[in-house]
């Protein structure tokens, strides 16, 4: 017997949402892989990222059941409006996605701290997405506001999350294996959640305490590439052989170890089994998905239209971290974008829905912990938004897909989820 349409569209896609976020919540993923407290020394906690006030509030409870939180201290920082309620690891909050003085003073005391570390301590780093810009340290020449200038340059450009990063490292003193080469030769260990493709090291949080591999002629590459105009200042310093970072082998990693705790793979198959156990034939894409927003949005149309024609009833999941190249003056963000690109590209096509969220809880927007997630789309979308004379196109070419959204009633507004493994998009076909 055939298996029953969903009745409810809407909140069976929020339903599948919600548990990929909850697949990578700190409070689950976190307590396995705390260290033991080290005999005759402290746990020094540092930690950056969009989860970084969960995952401090998960470590807490761990040693405060253990009888050991007395000889646990630190902090961490996350972005604004992200904070949680701590006691003994202090939370901080700081500027996402551009930084601010907060971000600076940030990765100056999680530096300092690191250098404090004795050789019977351990130095806990927690990360996660977003800690490239909650961490900023500019390295010497480089002022506060020509680093904000690049990162909003780059931002802009359309240059993927790896290149953004591969730039940044080279302009930092805390990226790319500094903070672990500074608490030397204590014991280091980085509990990480994963925002980016292919969950590497290097490249979540900027990789600031593992070896980087990537090198200060790529950095220049990157901004040859997308045609920006830094300001002399920043060229002065990727031309500068002292910024090059730390390299596979270096002596300081050498007490550093890497554990990834939770990961875009775990939260896709999370949604997967629920969508399963509906009676949808579940195609997963990828987790690590790049590209333009509304160019991968018409490719996965094209896809959900043929399972139509084959009359099967189809579960299609990504996820990764797209781009958008901005040429209009609206607001969004790529899940949006990609959103709206689908929206358009379906075309009001009946038995195909959509969802695409960032895990973080916020897509693009102006920065601020309320921000839209992302966006629905559901089937008679283009018929309510006809209704309202609104144009997806024109909303398209302006990249405003907040507007359209916001007018339609189908943006995702959660708030902080205190995790990150990056977007999160599903399509379902019924024919």
């Given at each position: ?21 909850k ?19 402290r ?38 409006g ?14 996402h996605?551009?930084p ?10 999680a ?14 780093c ?22 904000q ?9 359309g ?9 940044r ?92 705790v ?43 239209m ?18 958008v ?107």
């Amino acid at each position: 017997m055939a298996a029953s349409p969903v009745r409810d569209t809407r909140a069976f896609l929020m339903q599948l949402f919600d548990i990929a976020v909850k697949a990578a919540h700190p409070h689950a993923c976190v307590p396995p892989h705390l260290p033991e407290v080290p005999e005759g020394g402290r746990i020094i906690v540092v930690g950056a990222g969009k989860a970084a006030a969960a995952m401090a509030q998960a470590t807490e409870r761990h040693y405060e059941a253990k009888g050991q939180i007395d000889r646990v201290s630190g902090f961490v920082v996350t972005r604004h409006g992200y904070g949680l309620p701590t006691n003994a690891i202090e939370v901080v909050e700081a500027g996402h996605p551009v930084p601010d003085a907060n971000s600076v003073a940030g990765a100056k005391r999680a530096m300092e701290l690191a250098k404090s570390a004795g050789p019977n301590d351990l130095v806990l780093c927690l990360l996660s997405g977003g800690a490239s810009a909650l961490w900023s340290a500019p390295v010497d020449g480089i002022d506060f506001e020509a680093k904000q200038m690049l990162t909003k340059q780059l931002l802009a450009s359309g240059a993927r999350i790896s290149e953004i990063n591969c730039v940044r490292k080279h302009l930092s003193r805390i990226k790319g294996g500094r903070l672990a080469a500074a608490a030397y030769p204590a014991r280091f260990i980085t509990l990480a959640i994963s925002d980016v493709p292919k969950d590497d090291p290097d490249a979540i949080g900027s990789g600031p305490t593992v070896a980087d591999k990537t090198t200060l002629a790529q950095a220049r590459a990157v901004i040859e590439h997308y045609r920006i105009t830094p300001s002399p200042q920043v060229m002065a310093a990727l031309n500068d052989p002292a910024n090059e970072t730390p390299k596979p082998n270096d002596e300081a990693l050498s007490r550093s170890e890497y554990i990834l705790v939770a990961a875009p793979k775990a939260s896709l198959e999370a949604a997967a089994a629920l969508a399963r156990d509906q009676g949808f034939r579940v195609d997963i894409l990828g987790d690590s998905l790049e590209g333009e927003a509304r160019d991968v949005a018409r490719f996965h149309a094209e896809m959900a239209m043929d399972a139509k024609r084959r009359g099967e009833r189809l579960a299609l999941m990504s996820g990764g971290e797209l781009t958008v190249t901005v040429r209009g003056n609206g607001k969004g963000g790529p899940n949006q974008e990609y959103a709206l690109g689908l929206a358009a590209a379906l075309n009001g096509a009946e038995g195909i829905a959509g969802l695409a969220a960032d895990t973080d809880g916020t897509d693009g927007g102006v920065g601020s912990a309320d921000d839209p997630a992302g966006a629905l789309v559901l089937p008679d979308i283009l018929t309510r938004a006809k209704a309202k004379d609104l144009d997806p196109v024109t909303f398209l070419q302006n990249n405003d897909s907040t507007g359209f959204f916001r007018t339609t009633d189908d943006l995702i507004l959660c708030g902080p989820t205190q995790t990150n493994v990056n977007d999160f998009r599903v399509i379902l076909v019924e024919p």
